[in-house]
């Protein structure tokens, strides 16, 4: 094992046990996705932001007497229709002369008036329109059930990486790519063939198509970033985000530390801002450390797994700081139990039961091409998409910038037990809306 | 944006000529007026902001108290500064350069606040006057620092910023009355500065410089000079900004309002 990189090891014992193939009545034919008798109607996006027209919301302060109220609402011709119980808060109908901007610009201006803002609409956040998104607790877990099997897990809500809240921030950029070097990536895969940015390179058989003959690497490019909002499929973590294939694992999901370190050094050198090795030896090799140096300075973000044996990180990565450790968690912001510890983890994400795309050509007749995977590879893509959606937000940022930025967002979901930073999670499951989303400061 | 500058220092340059050019005492003013006077100032205004290209906006409201002294040069003619300290309030602004994005909701913040004026009455058709008018105001804002903590560590935002406003324009008084003056003017009103913003998150470190600048540029006053006393005077104004609204279609109209009392001798 020292002289072969492969998928986390107990990661391809999960993946081929614990896999499921998504079953399909037999007449959707394989390789296409079912309809809306497979998977309830997607949802449709939502609406823009927006306020409801002609009303604001005013809090007149404590001292304010009703007949100072009074006046205030019929100077500005307004009245109000509601008025909310222990909150104080009237809902006012402005006049047709006035546009609710002027109507807050002049409640704003009353002493009277604590404060007045617009009637908001809430909604929910961004919601893609993927079938199989309801089924990606990863990215929003609302307690739904996970799988179409009877007896499937349900997560508990909120133990999620907040997606479609940092949606709403960004979505990412095309110009930011994610190298995926791995098993290889199924390129004719209708959820990856629009964000394959080349066919990539194949170091196993030498040659410029870097397909997928095993699974895992379609799995996890298509976690990190596959095409999201089409309509069908799974959502990626970083929607517009771009993949570049790099096979550096063989058929069996094995691969020489040679292999694997040319196919980082050459995913460096092809454009890759963030590569994901959901990959790992239990030995140090001098060689693979060598080539995460040589990609960390290049300004290469390297997410690395830090492996399924329940025993210390697995290399590469343990080189820190070239390499950025991903731990698992599973569907109930508990630590999966055979994720590996040790104080290189810097945060964890979820690993357990994820849903990704399968490669059409492995799938048996009657399914369609998406399965489950546990690993801390199938967590490490987590990771690797909100790098690249950090990235094309803050282009500007370093490495150890996007780093810092991860771990200091994260949930320390493990925080009742192991306060801090821990062995098990590092700084906690990582936050999408705490790493995107403008924090607001206030006094 | 060349021709825009233009037009600015060439309104500028008419508004040092006529500065220089002769002025036109009031005619009920038949004995000398006093040279100097002291007074007090009270201002406050909302100023629709726009930033990040002209993509974004939120609104500045502003509120200052200022001792100002006045000095009459000639008939007609007075120069004044004014020093106090005001509050800035810069909510909504979001800096997204920085390592964790911030959107600033921490209200008001002090600052020390300045300026110069000059009112220069040009030449008089019955009972109404007509001069020029020109205004510029510097607010240094004190540093306002910030707990993050919605982070697993606790970080810091220091904000500072520093805007001036330049406004010179026509104005007409109406002379008819024994101790009110009320008067009317226009002007071309700009309102620009920065934000910066520091952010420290352990060894995360960011800053972000945020360049702001009023919605409008041409706006209109009333105002209300009233005279009870003869070394005493009271002065009321408000003041009006349309706007093109960001991210939205029409207009939108700023309002600002000062009162200032003063005392000659």
């Given at each position: 094992?020292?002289?072969?990189?492969?998928?986390?090891?107990?990661?391809?014992?999960?993946?081929?046990?614990?896999?499921?193939?998504?079953?399909?009545?037999?007449?959707?034919?394989?390789?296409?996705?079912?309809?809306?008798?497979?998977?309830?109607?997607?949802?449709?996006?939502?609406?823009?932001?927006?306020?409801?027209?002609?009303?604001?919301?005013?809090?007149?302060?404590?001292?304010?007497?009703?007949?100072?109220?009074?006046?205030?609402?019929?100077?500005?011709?307004?009245?109000?229709?509601?008025?909310?119980?222990?909150?104080?808060?009237?809902?006012?109908?402005?006049?047709?002369?006035?546009?609710?901007?002027?109507?807050?610009?002049?409640?704003?201006?009353?002493?009277?008036?604590?404060?007045?803002?617009?009637?908001?609409?809430?909604?929910?956040?961004?919601?893609?329109?993927?079938?199989?998104?309801?089924?990606?607790?990863?990215?929003?877990?609302?307690?739904?059930?996970?799988?179409?099997?009877?007896?499937?897990?349900?997560?508990?809500?909120?133990?999620?990486?907040?997606?479609?809240?940092?949606?709403?921030?960004?979505?990412?950029?095309?110009?930011?790519?994610?190298?995926?070097?791995?098993?290889?990536?199924?390129?004719?895969?209708?959820?990856?063939?629009?964000?394959?940015?080349?066919?990539?390179?194949?170091?196993?058989?030498?040659?410029?198509?870097?397909?997928?003959?095993?699974?895992?690497?379609?799995?996890?490019?298509?976690?990190?970033?596959?095409?999201?909002?089409?309509?069908?499929?799974?959502?990626?973590?970083?929607?517009?985000?771009?993949?570049?294939?790099?096979?550096?694992?063989?058929?069996?999901?094995?691969?020489?530390?040679?292999?694997?370190?040319?196919?980082?050094?050459?995913?460096?050198?092809?454009?890759?801002?963030?590569?994901?090795?959901?990959?790992?030896?239990?030995?140090?090799?001098?060689?693979?450390?060598?080539?995460?140096?040589?990609?960390?300075?290049?300004?290469?973000?390297?997410?690395?797994?830090?492996?399924?044996?329940?025993?210390?990180?697995?290399?590469?990565?343990?080189?820190?700081?070239?390499?950025?450790?991903?731990?698992?968690?599973?569907?109930?912001?508990?630590?999966?139990?055979?994720?590996?510890?040790?104080?290189?983890?810097?945060?964890?994400?979820?690993?357990?039961?994820?849903?990704?795309?399968?490669?059409?050509?492995?799938?048996?007749?009657?399914?369609?091409?998406?399965?489950?995977?546990?690993?801390?590879?199938?967590?490490?893509?987590?990771?690797?998409?909100?790098?690249?959606?950090?990235?094309?937000?803050?282009?500007?940022?370093?490495?150890?910038?996007?780093?810092?930025?991860?771990?200091?967002?994260?949930?320390?979901?493990?925080?009742?037990?192991?306060?801090?930073?821990?062995?098990?999670?590092?700084?906690?499951?990582?936050?999408?809306?705490?790493?995107?989303?403008?924090?607001?400061?206030?006094? | 944006?060349?021709?825009?500058?233009?037009?600015?220092?060439?309104?500028?340059?008419?508004?040092?000529?006529?500065?220089?050019?002769?002025?036109?005492?009031?005619?009920?003013?038949?004995?000398?007026?006093?040279?100097?006077?002291?007074?007090?100032?009270?201002e406050y205004f909302s100023r629709t902001l726009a930033w990040d290209d002209n993509t974004r906006s939120s609104v500045l409201t502003a509120a200052a108290g200022s001792l100002r002294l006045e000095y009459e040069i000639q008939k007609g003619f007075t120069l004044a500064a004014f020093l106090?300290?005001?509050?800035?309030?810069?909510?909504?602004?979001?800096?997204?350069?920085?390592?964790?994005?911030?959107?600033?909701?921490?209200?008001?913040?002090?600052?020390?606040?300045?300026?110069?004026?000059?009112?220069?009455?040009?030449?008089r058709t019955g009972d109404f006057e007509i001069g020029i008018q020109a205004q510029y105001v510097l607010s240094l804002g004190g540093t306002k620092s910030l707990a993050i903590t919605e982070l697993n560590q606790g970080g810091k935002a220091q904000g500072k910023a520093t805007w001036m406003?330049?406004?010179?324009?026509?104005?007409?008084?109406?002379?008819?009355?024994?101790?009110?003056?009320?008067?009317?003017?226009?002007?071309?009103?700009r309102l620009w500065g920065t934000y910066t913003m520091n952010e420290t998150v352990l060894e995360l470190t960011g800053a972000e410089e945020k360049k702001i600048a009023g919605a409008g540029n041409i706006g209109a006053a009333f105002g209300i000079l009233y005279e009870p006393l003869p070394?005493?005077?009271?002065?009321?104004?408000?003041?009006?900004?349309?706007?093109?609204?960001?991210?939205?279609?029409?207009?939108?109209?700023?309002?600002?309002?000062?009162?200032?009392?003063?005392?000659?001798?």
């Amino acid at each position: 094992m020292s002289n072969f990189c492969s998928r986390p090891r107990v990661t391809g014992f999960a993946v081929a046990a614990a896999v499921v193939l998504l079953s399909l009545a037999a007449h959707y034919p394989a390789g296409r996705i079912g309809s809306a008798s497979f998977v309830p109607a997607p949802l449709a996006e939502s609406p823009a932001p927006g306020q409801v027209p002609g009303q604001v919301l005013v809090k007149f302060k404590p001292t304010a007497s009703s007949l100072m109220r009074a006046m205030a609402l019929a100077a500005l011709e307004t009245r109000a229709i509601a008025r909310l119980p222990h909150l104080d808060v009237y809902v006012v109908r402005i006049g047709d002369a006035t546009t609710v901007e002027e109507a807050l610009e002049a409640f704003r201006r009353n002493p009277d008036v604590e404060y007045a803002e617009p009637n908001v609409l809430c909604r929910i956040a961004v919601t893609p329109n993927d079938t199989l998104f309801k089924y990606q607790y990863a990215l929003s877990n609302t307690g739904q059930v996970i799988g179409q099997v009877p007896g499937s897990p349900q997560g508990k809500p909120s133990a999620d990486i907040k997606a479609p809240q940092a949606w709403e921030e960004t979505k990412g950029l095309a110009t930011v790519i994610i190298a995926v070097v791995d098993t290889g990536v199924d390129l004719n895969h209708f959820d990856l063939k629009n964000k394959v940015i080349s066919t990539g390179r194949d170091f196993v058989n030498s040659d410029l198509i870097a397909s997928d003959d095993h699974g895992h690497g379609t799995m996890v490019a298509g976690i990190a970033a596959a095409e999201t909002d089409n309509d069908e499929g799974v959502a990626g973590v970083a929607w517009n985000a771009r993949i570049l294939p790099v096979k550096v694992l063989d058929a069996s999901g094995n691969g020489p530390t040679d292999t694997v370190a040319q196919g980082i050094v050459w995913a460096a050198d092809n454009g890759a801002n963030v590569i994901n090795l959901s990959l790992g030896a239990d030995s140090p090799s001098q060689t693979l450390r060598d080539a995460v140096k040589y990609a960390y300075e290049k300004g290469v973000f390297i997410a690395a797994a830090a492996g399924n044996t329940n025993t210390a990180v697995s290399y590469p990565a343990a080189y820190h700081p070239y390499c950025f450790t991903v731990a698992a968690t599973d569907y109930n912001d508990q630590r999966a139990s055979w994720s590996n510890f040790g104080s290189d983890v810097d945060v964890a994400a979820p690993g357990e039961r994820i849903l990704a795309p399968y490669p059409m050509a492995l799938t048996p007749p009657g399914f369609i091409p998406y399965a489950y995977g546990q690993g801390t590879s199938m967590a490490t893509p987590h990771v690797a998409g909100l790098a690249a959606l950090i990235k094309g937000l803050k282009p500007a940022l370093k490495v150890a910038d996007i780093q810092a930025i991860l771990r200091y967002s994260s949930d320390d979901v493990n925080a009742s037990v192991y306060p801090g930073k821990d062995e098990f999670v590092g700084y906690g499951r990582i936050n999408m809306e705490k790493a995107l989303v403008p924090i607001k400061i206030v006094k | 944006m060349i021709r825009k500058r233009i037009a600015t220092l060439a309104g500028f340059g008419l508004l040092v000529l006529a500065v220089l050019g002769p002025s036109v005492g009031r005619a009920q003013d038949a004995e000398p007026s006093p040279r100097m006077k002291l007074g007090l100032g009270l201002e406050y205004f909302s100023r629709t902001l726009a930033w990040d290209d002209n993509t974004r906006s939120s609104v500045l409201t502003a509120a200052a108290g200022s001792l100002r002294l006045e000095y009459e040069i000639q008939k007609g003619f007075t120069l004044a500064a004014f020093l106090g300290y005001g509050f800035s309030n810069f909510n909504g602004l979001i800096f997204r350069g920085l390592p964790f994005s911030l959107d600033y909701e921490a209200g008001a913040a002090g600052g020390f606040l300045g300026g110069i004026e000059a009112e220069k009455s040009l030449f008089r058709t019955g009972d109404f006057e007509i001069g020029i008018q020109a205004q510029y105001v510097l607010s240094l804002g004190g540093t306002k620092s910030l707990a993050i903590t919605e982070l697993n560590q606790g970080g810091k935002a220091q904000g500072k910023a520093t805007w001036m406003q330049v406004q010179a324009g026509p104005m007409v008084r109406y002379l008819g009355y024994q101790d009110l003056t009320p008067y009317l003017s226009i002007s071309y009103n700009r309102l620009w500065g920065t934000y910066t913003m520091n952010e420290t998150v352990l060894e995360l470190t960011g800053a972000e410089e945020k360049k702001i600048a009023g919605a409008g540029n041409i706006g209109a006053a009333f105002g209300i000079l009233y005279e009870p006393l003869p070394n005493f005077s009271l002065k009321g104004e408000v003041a009006a900004i349309p706007y093109k609204k960001i991210g939205a279609s029409g207009l939108g109209v700023d309002f600002g309002g000062s009162i200032k009392a003063i005392l000659s001798f």
